[in-house]
């Protein structure tokens, strides 16, 4: 039977971190604090049928998908000032030459890296869903077709810098390894790999946290975090932000478990992040997520 991802509500130390947690991001990306004790209130009722929930959360606050309504206004908003710190903090990492961002979906962040970033010569986006993509406005930017959804239609050692932001964890487990194992055959030798994941660490001791994320990293398992960011995925592909097109897999890891993957396909790790603090200059990355940077050899 498949999971019941509402499940976790009926834990009430779970249900406190959602709550404070959907705060925070409700601050930021425009979601009304006044919403989130119905919304929780009413996946909790629900949560015996996802479906049924969202859809009588979305019968509550229809703004949710009225994209005319002011919450999907504030939302474009916040996706407009959220790429502008993302492209600042890739931009220091990128290679000279051509950049892929793969499950981009739209162009916005290359727009934003190429018009930062002159030694881009060429950048390439590609998502599952082409008739959602956004037409660039860049002459240097293509759209690249996927072959499978593991493999792009892009050459052999043709590629310099490959971002992969929020994606991976989108796919399952076998096609993920053939799309890195893919990701080797286009990368340029030295080429280098940005991954962005909601993640953790499992051995590292992580000070100075917000409260939130104190929690999250503090008060669960293993197996209870790996729950939590797959209800924050749900929460965000199918809710705040529906995306019904993106696939749900909450193929997940740790930090460790990502070096550990990228390791046994020749990357090595030369930079890596977990931010835990939500503030006006790291609203791209609301915690808990982490910025790799690996190095194929
Ligand atoms: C949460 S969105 C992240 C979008 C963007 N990278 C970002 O960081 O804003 C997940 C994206 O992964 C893409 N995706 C999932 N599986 C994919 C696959 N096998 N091939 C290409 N794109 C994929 C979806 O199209 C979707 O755009």
Request: glycine share 4%.
């Amino acid at each position: 039977m498949a999971m019941n991802i509402l499940t976790i509500l009926q834990n009430e130390y779970m249900r406190d971190f959602i709550l404070a947690r959907a705060k925070t991001y409700g601050k930021y990306t425009g979601l009304p604090s006044e919403w989130i004790p119905t919304i929780i209130e009413i996946l909790t009722n629900m949560s015996y049928d996802s479906e049924l929930a969202i859809k009588a959360v979305q019968k509550e606050f229809p703004q949710l998908i009225n994209t005319s309504s002011e919450y999907h206004e504030k939302l474009r908003k916040y996706r407009i000032r959220k790429v502008e710190q993302i492209a600042e903090r890739i931009n220091p990492f990128l290679k000279n030459g051509t950049v892929l961002d793969f499950g981009g979906q739209t162009t916005d962040l290359l727009e934003a890296l190429i018009n930062k970033n002159e030694r881009i010569s060429q950048g390439f986006v590609n998502g599952i869903n082409k008739d959602e993509i956004i037409q660039n406005e860049s002459e240097k930017i293509a759209f690249t077709e996927q072959i499978s959804l593991s493999e792009t239609t892009l050459g052999t050692k043709s590629v310099d810098t490959i971002i992969v932001s929020l994606v991976l964890h989108h796919m399952n487990v076998q096609e993920r390894e053939k799309l890195i194992n893919h990701f080797t055959k286009i990368l340029k030798k030295k080429g280098i790999l940005i991954l962005i994941e909601d993640t953790f660490s499992e051995t590292r001791v992580q000070r100075e946290c917000d409260s939130i994320t104190d929690m999250f990293l503090n008060k669960f398992s293993f197996e209870e975090k790996m729950q939590l960011l797959s209800f924050l995925d749900w929460q965000g592909n199918r809710l705040t932000r529906p995306h019904p097109s993106v696939p749900l897999h909450y193929t997940f890891k740790s930090i460790e478990g990502w070096c550990q993957l990228f390791k046994t396909f020749g990357f090595n790790l030369t930079n890596e992040q977990f931010f835990c603090n939500v503030d006006e200059d790291s609203i791209d990355l609301i915690p808990p997520k982490a910025f790799m940077v690996f190095r194929l050899n």
